[in-house]
């Protein structure tokens, strides 16, 4: 008997990719939010779209807990780069997640999230091989289905898989300058998104294993915006498809 798996997705394109291996999937509205429910690889998968920053994906995570009990909780979506070798079109597994604008001191140190004991949550270590085995597989199976034009703008000639620290906060990274200063203050996070490590905080305190799996748009500096759109079309949502379906397959 399959499980019940939720994955959140960050944006409309991701979830329209996943929707469509989900035939017959119905909705159901909750706190302002549409959770579609179906199945996909012999599992009732809930998919819903977190909105965007720490508070909506938080939200979002707690009405899933409370409504559909899933015994998974996978997140997909896009990030910046900001470790050095991590380029756009690669895809990032994390490993663990911190806040990086959390600060409540001199009470508690800087990123640790109060009463906690912690700055960092980690990803449940089976659903993190899993993931990092469905991701492998997506950057083998993605460039063969591109045509030279699109692999060329985005440099996708040869994407790779990295696991580790993924960092959140609630400002979308776009300079240089910023990037800088994340990797100067946290070391080796290798990208940095607006949702992450608060749908980990959440799935921490319900016991529920999570995983965050992020395509990389962009290099989270002054190039943030380039071809965003289209990397969301072309490459992205199909990312995200491919990793889900196998890696729901190998649950």
Request: hydrophobic letters at 45%; charged letters at 20%.
């Amino acid at each position: 008997m399959g499980q019940t798996i939720a994955i959140i997705s960050a944006l409309h394109e991701e979830q329209a990719g996943l929707l469509a291996l989900m035939p017959g999937q119905r909705p159901e509205r909750l706190g302002g939010r549409e959770f579609w429910r179906g199945q996909l690889q012999g599992h009732e998968v809930i998919a819903v779209l977190s909105g965007i920053g720490k508070v909506a994906a938080a939200t979002t995570t707690a009405v899933l807990m409370e409504r559909f009990q899933p015994q998974q909780v996978i997140f997909t979506g896009v990030a910046g780069g900001i470790a050095s070798g991590v380029a756009v079109g690669d895809i990032v597994v994390g490993s663990s997640y911190l806040q990086h604008d959390m600060d409540a001191s001199p009470l508690f140190p800087r990123h640790e999230l109060p009463g906690y004991g912690r700055s960092r949550l980690p990803a449940d270590p089976r659903l993190l091989a899993l993931m990092q085995q469905a991701a492998e597989e997506a950057i083998a199976w993605l460039p063969r289905q591109l045509g030279p034009a699109t692999r060329t703008a985005f440099s996708l000639h040869s994407p790779r898989v990295h696991s580790g620290k993924i960092v959140t906060g609630d400002r979308f990274v776009a300079t240089a300058a910023e990037s800088r200063a994340l990797r100067s203050e946290l070391g080796a996070a290798l990208a940095v998104d607006m949702e992450s490590a608060a749908v980990a905080q959440v799935c921490h305190d319900y016991g529920v294993p999570f995983c965050a799996v992020r395509t990389i748009s962009d290099r989270a500096d002054d190039q943030a915006h380039v071809d965003f759109p289209a990397f969301l079309q072309q490459v992205a949502r199909h990312y995200s498809g491919r990793m889900l379906e196998t890696a729901l397959n190998l649950l």
